[in-house]
């Protein structure tokens, strides 16, 4: 797996934006930097502009950062983009048709491939383009810093059945430089059982369509939520994952809801502690800003997935149910929209691969023997999840997000595989 620096926390900033041109032409490269600072501004981009190069001395004072997009504006500009990019995780060259652009890229990339960097090259007619993929990039870069500097708690442990899905604190902090803390199962309970009563709730104010728990099981769940949100004010947690079984047994009750409320405001919250998953959804979120659904392949054929669970974001008419394994607690059923794009992904144990793909949610009628909210999604290629397993769960997202999601995975320094 690539990884040029020993801790992704080590970066300063998401993303470095540049114009790389020769002293010989240093206007032609002012002129470029002009037109994409305009458009940079006009996006609302959030990314270091450092408007335009024409030598190496001053580059280390950038700083390591995530990713660097780099227009190549003349011929000549080797030198700096080389040393741009030992300070980038990846890099992204942009070329036109014009004074020596795509030599300079070309003899620039080999350099860089042969450090063991990842380099993409763009064409590019206009500089609005350049503007368009920057803001992008911008989003995936900033999630990848994000995610990074992150604490992600682990509630209770790894269930026990995730035989392979699991990984040590040790690799995810040195290879995604994320702090994962270890917190008791005990701490959520007695947080329930601390200044939490347990009042009757009402559906309607969660904005349910319908409920077929009692007020007393809703109440329970809600206590669980707010147990959780007080672990997360208290170890600063940007996500999390709860051995959710383990509260059944202790509590007859279950962190569905509390997990779909989190997911619901794009916060990160995992089920059955499941670490991968829980950094695929943190990575999504954080990427996206959207929620993430977490669910097991419960049906596959070539072209088509169905992703079922008792958890998912409020993102449309839902129906409060139980959980299905138990019948306790509280479950949502929620009605995804049918005809809608959606991202599926997931990162491996390993912390080395990022799988992920583009499907249209397909009509499905809700079946009783499967998890609570059930998802059938057309998607080229889905066999794989059959052929070559990395897991029994799978991040999806509303939208494509594909690319967004897979820059971010690089600048991780993990490798992109599609179904």
């Given amino acids: ?29 002012k002129n470029f930097a002009s037109q994409l600072e305009k458009e940079l501004e006009s996006r609302g981009v959030d990314a270091s ?32 983009i080389v040393a741009v990019g030992k300070l980038s995780r990846t890099i992204h060259l942009f070329y036109h048709d014009s004074y020596n652009s795509l030599p300079s ?46 604490k992600l708690g682990v509630i209770g442990g790894v269930s026990d ?9 040790d690799d995810v902090k040195r290879k995604l430089g994320t702090e994962i803390v270890n917190i008791p199962l005990g701490e959520l309970v007695d947080g329930m059982e601390k200044g939490f009563t347990l009042n009757e709730a009402e559906p309607s104010k969660l904005g349910a369509a319908e409920s077929k728990v009692s007020p007393l099981e809703l109440s329970k769940a809600l206590s669980v939520h707010k147990s959780l949100e007080k672990l997360v004010k208290k170890y600063d947690l940007c996500g999390l994952t709860v051995k959710c079984f383990d509260l059944i047994a202790a509590k007859n009750t279950t962190a569905c809801l509390s997990m779909a409320l989190m997911n619901s405001r794009a916060f990160p919250a995992a089920c059955e502690g499941d670490v991968p998953l829980m950094i695929s959804m943190a990575l999504g979120e954080f990427v996206t800003g959207r929620p993430a659904f977490m669910g097991n392949p419960s049906k596959v054929s070539e072209e088509e997935v169905l992703i079922a669970h008792c958890t998912s974001p409020l993102i449309s008419r839902f129906r409060l149910m ?74 999806l997202i509303l939208g494509d997000w594909t690319e967004e999601i897979s820059n971010a995975a690089e600048i991780l320094g993990l490798n992109i595989e599609g179904f």
């Fill in 105 to 150: 890229a070309l003899e620039a990339a080999a350099a860089l491939r042969e450090l063991g960097k990842i380099v993409h090259l763009h064409r590019i007619e206009e500089v609005s383009e350049l503007a368009d993929f920057i803001k992008k990039l911008s989003i995936a870069a900033n999630g990848a810093l994000r995610l990074s500097r992150c």
């Fill in 1 to 29: 797996m690539f990884s040029p620096f020993k801790k992704v926390n080590n970066m300063d900033k998401g993303i470095v934006s540049l114009v790389a041109a020769s002293t010989l032409g240093e206007d032609i490269g």
């Fill in 49 to 80: 502009f450092i408007g335009t190069l024409s030598s190496p001395d001053k580059i280390s004072e950038i700083g390591e950062h995530g990713s660097s997009a780099i227009l190549v504006a003349t011929g000549g500009t080797e030198s700096i």
């Fill in 322 to 395: 139980t959980h299905f394994e138990s019948g306790l607690g509280v479950g949502v059923s929620v009605e995804y929209p049918v005809g809608e794009k959606a991202t599926l992904f997931r990162i491996d144990p390993k912390l080395e691969v990022l799988r992920i793909g583009l499907g249209q949610i397909k009509k499905w009628g809700w079946r009783s023997d499967l998890c609570r909210t059930q998802i059938l999604l057309e998607l080229k290629g889905a066999d794989k999840i059959l052929k070559k397993s990395i897991g029994n769960h799978y991040a």
């Fill in 161 to 169: 059945w995730l035989v392979y899905s699991r990984t040590s604190v």
